[in-house]
């Protein structure tokens, strides 16, 4: 069993930025690829982010590449998601998910899938101001 814990939300100002965190239980937790979706009211969960279990290989929707930067620390057992230069659009709650064995991605597409993923996050509220 995983449990992910989401921080770091709050609100921003357009053109500001925020620093998610994601905090992972297990000792497994450098054998997951990572992700972060998100959701906006009355909207899917979509895709944002997803980072393999090394780190050789991030993947972005393209509403937010160049701007968001997905990286992990095996030894704190963490994921991030650095967002820059924040839209209104980026308004959301922010979850982030464990591919964790039942599911192999090699391709992006795999990755953007929420059914890829086995634990979420209890997810943390970002909204941008403008």
């Known amino acids: 069993q995983v449990q992910l814990v989401d921080s770091g939300g709050g609100l921003v100002q357009v053109g500001g930025s925020l620093r998610l965190s994601c905090a992972a239980s297990?000792?497994?937790?450098?054998?997951?690829?990572m992700g972060w979706f998100r959701q906006a009211p009355g909207k899917e969960r979509e895709f944002v982010a997803a980072?393999?279990?090394?780190?050789?290989?991030?993947y972005y929707a393209d509403s937010v590449k160049g701007r968001f930067t997905i990286s992990r620390d095996n030894a704190k057992n963490s994921v991030y998601l650095q967002m820059n230069s924040l839209k209104p659009e980026d308004t959301a709650v922010y979850y982030c998910?464990?591919?964790?064995?039942?599911?192999?991605?090699?391709?992006?597409?795999?990755?953007?899938?929420?059914?890829?993923?086995?634990?979420w996050g209890q997810g943390t509220q970002v909204t941008v101001s403008s």
């Open positions: 998910a464990a591919v964790a064995g039942s599911v192999r991605c090699y391709t992006r597409s795999c990755y953007s899938q929420k059914t890829s993923y086995d634990y």
């Open positions: 980072i393999t279990w090394s780190a050789g290989s991030t």
């Open positions: 297990g000792r497994t937790f450098s054998s997951y690829a």
